[in-house]
């Protein structure tokens, strides 16, 4: 049978990425350890991945010898700043030593300044609630890049300010545990605002730098589509959580069900988008949900589900999103700052990583400006509200013995990042059962 690959342009960015407070471990001074503490997670993120212990190095060299050629991390503020009125040196210089790392080990570093995790100081000022917290995150940038950008000229100042925002304050599922739409909005406004700060200070800092944000970004379909009202609350929902970052950067007005507000310094201020890419939604009306403002979300029958059904793998998702970001954004580089599946024994994920890469691939023949792509993660860890409960890395992890052991996904992932492709041999090897699909004929 002849062989085929789906080739990528050379210098294409292959990671993994990951997030301060789910592989670093004892970050004892932000908002999400004391949420654990008082009993909202399953489990507690401990040692996570101990990366603060020095385990980022065997990490790191798991990431290198497996053929990736870049990182995506995520700095701790309340480490950088434990307290308003002080730095931290000694946790710049980790950081230093961390990203030195990568580049001793030929890898492209992205940093990630604020990826929902917040200084308790902060927090108990009232968040991204209060006034002076914009100005605040961009104090902390300032010092913060300019103590990393020897290493680093790839910056995301916010990691899913939709997710923060709306699982924070209109669901309740993140810290604080409010259920109100409009404050909920206020926080987005306020990150807005922050990322517009801090974009402005990055390039005053380092002229070449790239700065960009990760969207959490979900394609929606109405569950019946003739029905008017699934049509609408699709509408809204699609609103809701995708839009109101991106319509902020593209109009300098922020858009919500609750009415607009007009941020005109954030207008233009991304020279990325970066998309963060997991699943898609079916949305349907659903009048006892009011805290989701009556919609429900769902995925279609026999959708290819992860273990605690979390995550359906849509790869057409990825492309649908890759096309809405190339209509909306002309022209914009483009880095997948996550995708993933949580799946402890590793059925699902051979498939997901080839099928999804195979999308990234499509859009790449399109001459869409697709820079990289960042597997979600690299070792299992610390999920949020989900504890434990959900392993999403290349390498499984002991938490208690700290023991990593590689998935069948890790060589998978390996033969891609070493080909700069995906090949049909990969396919056969790794995941048959798709085999037609991604190979007709
Ligand atoms: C994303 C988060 C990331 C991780 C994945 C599974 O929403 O950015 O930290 O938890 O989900």
């Not at 004391?34 to 603060?52: I, M, N, P, V, Y």
């Not at 995790?117 to 009232?126: A, F, V």
């Not at 394609?219 to 959580?241: C, F, H, Q």
Request: aromatic residues 12%; charged residues 25%; contains cysteine.
């Amino acid at each position: 049978m002849p062989e085929a690959t789906f080739h990528f342009p050379r210098g294409f960015l292959w990671g993994t990425a990951t997030a301060s407070h789910q592989v670093e471990g004892n970050n004892t001074n932000n908002q999400w350890w004391k949420w654990e503490q008082e009993g909202h997670t399953s489990g507690r993120s401990g040692l996570a991945c101990d990366w603060w212990g020095g385990r980022w190095r065997e990490d790191f060299d798991r990431a290198a010898e497996t053929g990736q050629n870049a990182h995506r991390l995520s700095v701790e503020w309340s480490r950088i700043q434990p307290s308003p009125d002080q730095w931290d040196e000694s946790a710049l210089e980790k950081y230093r030593a961390m990203l030195r790392g990568l580049r001793e080990r030929n890898m492209t570093a992205m940093v990630t300044l604020h990826h929902f995790t917040d200084p308790l100081w902060l927090y108990e000022r009232g968040g991204w609630e209060a006034a002076e917290t914009p100005a605040l995150f961009e104090k902390f940038v300032r010092k913060t890049v300019d103590a990393l950008k020897e290493y680093c000229s790839l910056w995301c100042t916010i990691n899913e300010p939709n997710v923060y925002a709306l699982t924070g304050y209109a669901t309740g599922d993140f810290p604080p545990g409010v259920k109100d739409i409009r404050r909920a909005v206020q926080v987005q406004a306020a990150m807005l605002r922050g990322h517009a700060a801090a974009y402005h200070a990055i390039h005053e800092l380092q002229p070449e730098a790239r700065v960009g944000y990760a969207l959490h970004y979900r394609p929606m379909t109405a569950k019946t589509s003739w029905s008017p009202l699934d049509r609408l609350v699709r509408a809204m929902r699609y609103e809701g959580i995708n839009m109101a970052f991106p319509s902020a950067i593209s109009s300098g007005v922020l858009r919500s069900p609750v009415g607009k507000v007009a941020i005109p310094e954030a207008r233009g201020k991304q020279d990325f988008v970066g998309l963060n890419y997991y699943s898609a939604d079916t949305v349907s009306f659903n009048p006892a949900n009011r805290k989701e403002l009556f919609t429900r979300a769902s995925f279609p029958k026999d959708a290819d589900l992860s273990a605690s059904g979390f995550i359906a793998s849509i790869p057409e998702g990825l492309f649908d999103s890759l096309k809405w970001i190339v209509r909306t954004y002309p022209n914009t580089p483009i880095l997948i700052t996550e995708n993933g599946i949580e799946d402890l024994d590793d059925h699902i994920r051979p498939r997901y990583l080839a099928q999804h890469i195979h999308q990234v691939w499509r859009g790449v023949n399109f001459n869409w400006p697709i820079k990289g792509y960042f597997h979600w993660s690299l070792v299992d860890n610390f999920e949020w509200e989900r504890g434990w409960t959900q392993r999403f890395g290349l390498w499984s992890l002991d938490v208690e013995t700290q023991k990593r052991i590689k998935r069948p996904s890790a060589d998978l992932y390996a033969a891609i990042c070493k080909e700069n492709g995906l090949s049909s041999a990969m396919v056969r090897k790794y995941c048959p059962e798709v085999f037609d699909k991604l190979f007709p004929g």
